[in-house]
């Protein structure tokens, strides 16, 4: 399981006798890749400026160190500058499969905003594969530290090297607290998924959830499952390199605006053929895109009642001759059953729930394959109890699987 974290609300100013206790990230952490082992881990801020393992390497090449008040641990630790922090990689080989991760943190609340470079070998061809964000994520509310994870596809790597800048965008300057390399240790053909979180309303604890979904997936053979608590993933062109995406979060403009990047990358994302998949309250991610809609299929509507009394429903299966719910029976789960979607686009509904309040039925669950990949949303999720409940896990490990191309 993913370690413990102690998160004490942080004060914006910081000035506070409270502090806020984190670790560092550990090797066999659920949000890493399966079939992977860490190759380097590098804790930005403690006076260290390079990690090796046998030909690897890992150098800090400008940045100064820097703790911020108020926070204990590894992430309270961080390497600084003015204009971006450049690290460089050594030693990767051709034709193996390696993840880049770190975490940034715009702890002292002073609105940075970065992006992420990569320049292969000695080019100075740099290209942006991760698009200006807010260095936080958002959780009960209140920003927090975001980890994230970019694969290195072969193209970034010259002779062995691949250069990496994270820039500042706005704010007083780049920070960057942890880095780490995965390099794949497993050589079996998968399926990779990418569960995206790291925003949503205070209700949903998604540190929770998305370890809880990511564990489901994990169960599925040929699954290679990651998380990224980066929404901005969604702009990268390194999305391409995953089968399907999992939209776990619902974002919100006015404290993690997403540069038009993302919403062009979704769409082609999904055009391309690949897979999409969206949990629970990600029917109102993307909610000032109009596009967004026709390739959710059904999307919030805030004017709507938006769901029953949290409690225990009973869960139809309305597509049985469809691979996700074909042999599935009637589940019951312990859950908000949603009212609240809304839209025109051509769906097809695999399982529905009659409200006790309307007495209507609802979708629960649905697939549309309108925009070019296979997109399959549930609306089930609420908390990291519902991942567990044996109806709702299959459905979630069905569905999924089948937006990643497999037969589950």
Request: charge should be negative.
């Amino acid at each position: 399981m993913r370690p413990c974290f102690i998160f004490i609300a942080l004060c914006l100013s910081l000035n506070t006798a409270s502090a806020v206790e984190t670790v560092a990230l550990q090797p066999g952490d659920i949000m890493l890749p399966q079939g992977h082992r860490m190759a380097l881990y590098l804790d930005c801020g403690d006076e260290q400026t390079e990690a090796k393992d046998d030909n690897l390497s890992m150098t800090l090449l400008s940045g100064h160190a820097y703790v911020f008040p108020g926070i204990s641990g590894p992430l309270g630790s961080a390497v600084y500058d003015a204009d971006q922090v450049t690290v460089k990689l050594e030693g990767l080989g051709s034709g193996k499969d390696y993840v880049l991760g770190f975490t940034w943190w715009d702890a002292d609340d002073s609105g940075r905003n970065q992006s992420v470079q990569f320049a292969p070998g000695a080019s100075e061809d740099w290209q942006t594969v991760l698009p200006p964000v807010r260095a936080a994520s958002f959780h009960e509310d209140k920003p927090s530290w975001a980890r994230a994870q970019l694969p290195i596809t072969p193209e970034f790597i010259q002779d062995g090297i691949l250069n990496v800048a994270f820039v500042r965008e706005a704010g007083p300057n780049a920070v960057v607290n942890e880095l780490w390399l995965l390099e794949r240790a497993d050589s079996s053909a998968v399926k990779r998924v990418l569960i995206v979180t790291g925003d949503d309303y205070a209700g949903h604890d998604w540190r929770a959830t998305a370890p809880a979904l990511a564990g489901a997936l994990r169960e599925v053979e040929g699954l290679e499952v990651s998380v990224t608590e980066c929404p901005s993933v969604f702009g990268s062109p390194l999305l391409a390199h995953y089968d399907a995406a999992v939209i776990h979060f619902k974002n919100y403009d006015d404290r993690l605006p997403l540069a038009a990047a993302c919403e062009k990358g979704l769409r082609d994302y999904v055009a391309s053929g690949k897979g999409l998949a969206l949990c629970h309250f990600a029917c109102g991610a993307f909610q000032e895109w109009d596009g967004f809609g026709e390739i959710a299929g059904r999307v919030y509507n805030p004017d709507l009642r938006p769901h029953d009394p949290y409690g225990v429903f009973t869960v139809r299966i309305t597509g049985e001759d469809h691979p996700v719910t074909r042999g599935m029976k009637p589940f019951e789960v312990k859950d908000e059953l949603y009212t609240c979607v809304d839209g025109g686009a051509p769906v097809k509904i695999l399982c529905d729930a009659v409200s006790v309040v309307d007495q209507a039925a609802y979708p629960m669950a649905f697939f549309t394959e309108n925009t070019g990949g296979r997109v399959f949303h549930c609306l089930l999720g609420h908390d990291a109890e519902v991942y567990a409940s044996p109806g709702a896990r299959a459905l979630y490990q069905r569905g999924i699987a089948w937006a990643a191309g497999m037969e589950y």
